[in-house]
């Protein structure tokens, strides 16, 4: 008799381990996916063009409901398919509507949940987050009737719903309580630049303050108070100030939690027949928010449920390449500095270029790019090797040598 | 003029160097100054060639810096307002303090008929003979050494000499670069008779080193010992003409006592001169046994307090072998400036009179009075260039008119010049040039019509007179220096006398004077172009290059000098002079254990007002440099491209370091070009010693003790701007003019707040999103560039250490309209994208090739000579100054 596997969640992550499953080991397993929202696998990243309305939701399945079938993998999905229990000693996972299924291993990939300050009305109607197709239609129906969008967060997530809101046609400021942008991706300078262009595409923004206090009117969104004093007219807000792991279920099950669910290198939890992969996990101190680690953990654990390697998850440098409203973005490192850090930095202000590498000791310690990415798999490469850059210091930043260089 | 030359195209003559070279200059456009410059074919000094500076005279004819209009006091005026200033000023100094408080201090770039009127109206009209020139600082000693010798400035040779010869002894004459129209006529004369030999004295190992086949690198100043030495050599190796110094001569026997005294052995003479005493016998040996020898001379010889001795030393050895007024032989002085001959002509130097008489000489004295018609003639030599100054600062010459000169950058003690100028009561200056840095101490500047504009003669080394004719008509309201000159006389109540209604008219009476009262047989006067004394205007302007003497018996010139062997001192005999050799004046000490040596770059012309003006001329050797040994280089602690404070008991500069064994230990070369409007510290005259020849008045300009220490700055900058900036006060700054930018090397001691803002102050331009920027603050690396509408404006390197980026492609960047996004993105590393190329520090002028572009021809198509690498990139087929220079890329044999 086959192995039965379960999976707990129906997004990116837990997918893609399935998909990394099946190829390796075909048949090795019948699949049951529980999934809390009525679709298919999306790609939760291009929710922004959705919200552009450059893409609609069929264009951003990766997985549909035949693909599902193709395999044989029974999914439960919608709210009722919920899981709201599982009962570790008969290994079965319990839906919302009562549905079960048992498993020989579980996989738990439950995603992260938005971070919702604790601001006074933020239960008013108009107040949302962006992170789900329901949370994509809901901004888009409001962006038709109406014109003051205030998005929380100056993070990738709430720049991407700003951009999407002024593409829809409203006035859109950004509150973000640091005073750079991406303050978690970026320098000061970088931060600095984006908010720039992104000032000249007709965003605005209020850098180093946060809402206090959100007041409706008829229980609809008005206005936000801000931190400053200043009042802003606000129709619409969205709240982008980060991620929490989803380790409700986790926790209540009983399994070990801190931040979020504890998984050792090989993404097993402290049930040895419980896996869990994504942004509801916690590896080595370290949370996870961005695809490319995610999909890193996803090949691991497919790895391990098929038995068939002692494959191991590493930490990956916490790199980042992102592309916001359009615009490269890399960063990788220590890119702040510090002490004993030296800097090397170029600027094209008209070009939006800005480049900044951070030495230490002769090595590239921490790199930024803004605007022109061509090199950083270079710089990364030389971060990752510590090679000592002494010998093209001075071209470093414009480039990979193109000759052998001669000291 | 060939029927089918364009009847624009004007012949006229360069003027740079001495060797005079005949030019076609083509005007293409009279208001724009554009004008295409080819070497004349039919003139019989170059015949058809011209080398880099007179093939880029095209670039130097624009308005940029003229001088257009008088000035009294910094105030533009009208010419009577200046010209009644001048004469009022100098009668009111005459009166109240005589004659010779008032000083003239002219140039070897006046044309005769200026050089004429400015010498008669000094010596014969305001009747004092302070009237030097900058002739004094390049061959007064060979005038002296001549006149000695020959009992008149007489250069016996032609440069169909050096054709018919079959040794060249080169001594002190950096050939290749100095002139070097006549050294490729050296170098063919040597390919069409291998027989030539090419023997070379001098300290340095030049470009001309490289085409010798003997380099004797000789200890400074220790030429006459060498001579000396060789006649000693050829008395006792049985090589003299005894029948020659039998007839021709007188003396000789003082002479070579003293020679036999001095220069005894060679194993002695070698060792003094620093030499092999297997190199001193093998010249010495070539020397007794090619009768067809010339030795040719220049500011090597000259310029030194013993240079007059050097000459005659040199002239000792012709007549003792009486290899004199021959073909294919004789001492041959080589003159800088394309009218230093002109000028010993017309007695341009302070103790000569017209006509080649001399202030010494009451017979002469009262021939040319008469002649003037006037009372007032001066009847005692005037102060000598270096004197002349001195007695400025001294208070004791109270006005100073300066003509077509730059004392300020090319006298020794350039600093104490400075000062005197500062001091005195009154400059008046007549330049073409707006800033030099003389004309910037002036009250009153007098815009002379320029090279381009100016109508006259002048005479090469080898006493040809050629004509300077005019391709534009005067700039704004320039003058010819003649013009000016007699304006001011006749206000001075000598309107008689100055009366020119052209410059033909001066011409006739200069030619007059020469043959007047010339005619006793037993005293004949050498510089006879009597025949010339009525010449029509049409005759004038018609004038074909012609050797002096002209006379009615000689019309159409003379070629060579003393065929007869009769010479112009009393007995009609030629003299030898005994000669005690001295080492220079000053000797290195602990404190200046260096020996500083001077000269002039392949590409640069004096003072660099004019070839300045010229991209090409400055790419080069752009910035002001210091040679120095590698084992000195180390010892001192310099490396390449290093700044180094170069310090005499006179003065100081800062320049680049150039490590080069060309050099020889204990040694320093500065080129003499840089002035205070191209670099902050650049100048080397200030380093100089005021030491002079006792006989000629002859700077040392060649031997100062000097020290060299690095000059260590807290940052180095390059700056490159399409329009130019004013960098301000910065402790090393160097300017140099390129294609379509201009710019500027920077170094200084101090810190500076933030290059962003300068730069922004700098450039005018506040708007930063047109700046890019690198920085990588440990190291003290800031580079910027201003783009605007893609093309680039500025950018800038700094560095804490030397050195910065090479420049070449950059600058190439200001050539073009736009960039695009590649080159934009490369521009602050300096070096360029993939495929395109830098091709290097220029080295071929007329084709502009640089050393990158040949190594790597020579690499990729193994050329074996320089024939091929002419064939592959023209570089060398234009005037052949880089020749010397391309052989270095080659294989080594």
Not at chain 1, 52 to 75: C, N, P, Q, S, V
Not at chain 2, 96 to 103: E, F, T
Not at chain 2, 248 to 277: K, P, Y
Request: with cysteine; glycine share 8%; aromatic share 8%.
């Amino acid at each position: 008799m086959k192995q039965k596997l379960v999976v707990i969640g129906n997004g990116m992550a837990g997918m893609r381990t399935v998909e990394a499953l099946i190829e390796s080991a075909p048949g090795l397993y019948d699949i049951t996916v529980f999934g809390a929202e009525p679709y298919g696998n999306y790609n939760r990243i291009l929710l922004t063009p959705v919200l552009f309305g450059e893409k609609r939701i069929d264009d951003i399945m990766i997985h549909d409901f035949a693909w599902y079938r193709k395999h044989h993998i029974t999914l439960h999905c919608g709210p009722d398919k919920t899981v709201i229990d599982v009962d570790r000693n008969r290994r079965c996972v319990i839906a919302k509507d009562g549905t079960e299924a048992l498993y020989d291993r579980l996989l738990i990939a439950t995603g992260s949940l938005p971070l919702i300050l604790p601001i006074p009305g933020r239960n008013t109607e108009g107040v949302m987050s962006f992170r789900e197709i329901a949370d994509v239609e809901a901004m888009i129906a409001k962006s038709r009737s109406k014109r003051h969008a205030i998005v929380l967060g100056g993070g990738l997530l709430g720049l991407e719903a700003a951009n999407g809101l002024k593409q829809r046609g409203m006035h859109v400021t950004v509150i973000n309580r640091a005073d750079h942008l991406l303050n978690r991706q970026l320098d000061n300078e970088a931060g600095d630049l984006l908010k720039l262009q992104l000032e000249s595409k007709g965003l605005h923004f209020k850098l180093g303050c946060t809402i206090e206090n959100i007041i409706s009117q008829n229980g609809h969104i008005a206005e936000v108070e801000l931190s400053d004093g200043s009042f802003l007219p606000a129709d619409l807000l969205i709240m982008a100030t980060g991620i929490k792991p989803n380790i409700e279920l986790a926790k209540t099950i009983g399994l070990d939690c801190e931040q979020g669910i504890v998984v050792d290198d090989t993404l097993q939890t402290s049930d040895s027949s419980i896996y869990s992969v994504g942004e509801c996990v916690q590896h080595r101190g370290e949370l996870f928010g961005l695809v490319a680690p995610v999909y890193e953990q996803a090949k691991v654990c497919a790895r391990q449920l098929s038995h068939r390697s002692n494959s191991r998850y590493q930490s990956l440098l916490p790199a980042t390449r992102l592309k916001v409203t359009g615009i490269d973005l890399f960063s990788a490192g220590d890119f702040n500095g510090g002490e004993q850090c030296e800097q090397i930095v170029f600027k094209d202000p008209a070009l939006h270029i800005y480049k900044k590498l951070v030495i230490k000791n002769r090595r590239i310690a921490g790199i930024v790019l803004y605007g022109d990415t061509g090199d950083s798999a270079w710089y990364l490469d030389c971060l990752k090797n510590r090679t000592d850059i002494s010998p093209y210091r001075d071209c470093l930043i414009f480039g990979r040598p193109p000759l052998p260089v001669a000291a | 003029m060939t029927a089918a030359m364009n009847a624009k195209t004007i012949i006229t003559t360069c003027p740079y160097c001495g060797v005079g070279c005949g030019i076609l200059a083509t005007v293409d456009d009279a208001i724009a100054h554009k004008v295409t410059i080819q070497g004349d074919p039919d003139h019989p000094s170059n015949f058809g060639k011209l080398c880099s500076k007179g093939s880029a005279l095209g670039d130097t004819v624009s308005m940029e810096n003229r001088l257009l209009h008088p000035e009294v006091d910094g105030i533009p005026c009208d010419w009577n307002t200046a010209l009644d200033t001048v004469a009022d000023s100098l009668t009111s100094v005459i009166r109240q303090y005589g004659p010779d408080s008032v000083a003239f201090y002219v140039s070897g770039q006046l044309l005769t008929e200026d050089y004429y009127v400015v010498n008669k109206f000094m010596k014969g009209f305001i009747g004092s003979a302070n009237i030097d020139t900058n002739s004094r600082l390049c061959m007064s000693s060979a005038v002296t050494g001549f006149k000695r010798a020959f009992g008149a400035d007489a250069v016996p040779c032609s440069y169909e000499d050096l054709e018919a010869a079959e040794l060249i002894v080169l001594t002190g004459s950096n050939t290749a670069w100095c002139h070097p129209v006549v050294f490729q006529r050296i170098l063919r004369a040597k390919e069409n008779n291998p027989a030539l030999k090419i023997v070379v004295i001098d300290p340095r190992q030049t470009a001309t080193c490289d085409s010798a086949d003997l380099h004797l690198a000789i200890k400074p100043g220790m030429d006459s010992l060498l001579f000396n030495g060789l006649l000693a050599y050829l008395a006792q190796t049985d090589a003299l003409d005894n029948d020659y110094i039998a007839a021709h001569t007188q003396d000789f026997e003082w002479a070579l006592q003293s020679a036999r005294n001095t220069a005894g052995s060679i194993e002695a003479v070698a060792q003094d001169c620093g030499l092999s005493s297997a190199d001193v016998e093998k010249f010495y040996g070539w020397y007794a046994n090619t009768a067809k020898t010339v030795t040719v001379y220049s500011q090597g010889v000259n310029q030194s307090a013993s240079g007059s001795d050097k000459c005659n030393a040199i002239i000792n050895c012709h007549l003792a072998t009486g290899r004199i007024g021959k073909p294919g032989m004789g001492p041959f002085s080589f003159t800088g400036q394309p009218n230093a001959m002109g000028g010993r002509e017309v007695g341009g130097l302070a103790n000569t009179l017209a006509a080649h008489m001399e202030l010494d000489n009451p017979e002469h004295i009262d021939r040319v009075a008469r002649f003037w018609q006037t009372d007032r003639i001066a009847t005692r030599p005037g102060l000598k260039a270096v004197e002349l100054f001195d007695a400025i600062d001294a208070g004791t010459v109270k006005a100073v008119w300066i003509i077509a000169t730059n004392p300020v950058v090319t006298l020794p003690d350039a600093d104490k010049v400075k000062n005197a100028l500062k001091r005195c009561d009154l400059v008046i200056v007549s330049d073409c040039i707006k800033n030099t840095d003389t004309v910037d101490l002036a009250h009153v500047r007098l815009p002379a019509a320029g090279w381009s504009e100016k109508n006259g003669t002048v005479t090469n080394m080898e006493r040809r007179i050629s004509r300077q004719r005019p391709l534009f008509p005067f700039s704004g309201s320039a003058r010819p220096d003649w013009w000016i000159v007699s304006q001011v006389a006749a206000r001075m109540g000598f309107k008689h006398a100055f009366a020119y209604r052209s410059c033909a008219d001066i011409f006739r009476e200069h030619a007059a004077l020469s043959g007047f009262e010339n005619n006793r047989e037993d005293q004949p006067r050498d510089f006879d172009i009597s025949a010339f004394g009525d010449l029509t205007e049409d005759a004038y302007d018609l004038l074909q290059p012609v050797q002096w003497p002209v006379t009615k018996k000689n019309p159409n010139g003379t070629a060579r000098l003393f065929t007869d062997g009769k010479f112009y001192t009393a007995s009609q005999k030629a003299r030898f002079i005994a000669i005690r050799p001295r080492p220079p004046v000053n000797k290195p000490d602990p404190n200046y254990p260096f020996t500083l040596n001077t000269g002039r770059l392949r590409d640069q012309w004096h003072t660099m007002t004019r070839t300045g003006l010229s991209a090409k001329l400055n790419a080069h050797k752009p910035e002001p440099f210091v040679e120095i040994h590698p084992l000195d280089a180390s010892r001192h602690n310099l490396q390449a491209h290093d700044l180094a404070t170069i310090s005499s008991l006179w003065g100081n500069m800062i320049a680049r370091v150039v490590i080069t064994e060309n050099q020889q230990p204990g040694s320093l070369f500065v080129p003499m070009h840089w002035t205070a409007q191209l670099t902050s510290r650049g100048r080397v005259g200030a380093l100089v010693n005021p030491v002079v020849d006792p006989h000629s008045g002859q700077p040392e300009s060649k031997q100062t003790p000097a020290a060299i220490t690095p000059y260590r700055a807290l940052w180095y900058a390059m700056l490159l701007s399409r329009s130019p900036l004013v960098p301000g006060d910065i402790e090393y700054r160097v300017t140099i003019k390129g294609d379509a930018f201009t710019r500027y090397e920077l170094a200084d001691r101090t810190p500076f707040p933030s290059w962003r803002d300068w730069l922004r102050s700098l450039s005018g331009e506040p708007n930063t999103p047109h700046c890019l920027e690198y920085s990588d603050p440990e190291r003290g690396i800031y580079r910027s560039a201003l783009i605007i509408d893609d093309r680039l404006e500025v950018c800038l390197f700094v560095s804490s250490t030397p050195p910065l980026p090479e420049t070449g492609w950059l600058e190439s960047l200001f050539a073009q309209p736009q960039i695009n996004k590649e080159e934009r993105l490369r521009l602050l590393s300096a070096l360029p994208p993939e495929g395109q190329e830098d091709c290097g520090r220029l080295v071929c002028s007329c084709f502009n090739v640089g050393e990158k572009s040949i190594a790597k021809a020579v690499r990729e198509f193994n050329l074996a000579n320089t024939e091929q690498i002419g064939q592959r990139l023209s570089a060398g087929t234009g005037c052949g100054s880089c020749l010397p220079e391309l052989k270095r890329f080659l294989p080594k044999q």
